[in-house]
């Protein structure tokens, strides 16, 4: 059984992948929208990767013999000035949740629970990825600036743009 604070923490975490997954559906049919199918197909991957690490979790606390609790969410933003800003979105979105991850880290250790924390290590290395993930795009866009020709084939490349995660279990 995990100890209260731990529970109380992953469970937070639990709501906070849920809504990286809606965050990224609203994203990808913002593009869909505009027009921009090979974002819109990496946004629908990503957000299937959110709910995954979601569930993870889910299935870690549940697991360990304490209860993993589905919370209601916020509804995310829909609506985005420009592709480059999105993006820049979705890069702040994994800085908080980098964040977020190192705060359960940082309770395991002082509740001195050492198995939560060497599960929790898969999703510090994951940020790594998805921080320089979201850097890579939004420096793509920065170098292309708002030529529409241009544009054109760095959404045509997102279609192929690997989330590269680890898989979970
Ligand atoms: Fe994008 O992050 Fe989950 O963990």
Known sequence: ML??????ILNLQITKEAYSSQLYLAMASWCEKEGYNGSASF???????ERMHMLKLLHYINDRGSHAIVDTLDKPACEFGS????????????RFITESINECVEVCMTEKDYTTNQFLQWYVAEQVEEERNAQTIIDKLNLLGDD?????????????FMVNAPTAQ
């Not at 100890?3 to 109380?8: L, R």
């Not at 946004?43 to 990767?49: F, G, I, V």
């Not at 592709?83 to 994994?94: A, G, N, P, T, W």
């Not at 529409?148 to 192929?160: S, T």
């Open 3 to 8: 100890k209260e604070k731990v529970e109380k």
């Open 43 to 49: 946004l629908y991957r990503q957000s299937d990767e």
């Open 83 to 94: 592709i480059r800003e999105l993006f820049s979105k979705v890069l702040e979105h994994e």
């Open 148 to 160: 529409k020709a241009r544009l054109y084939l760095f959404d045509r490349d997102m279609e192929n």
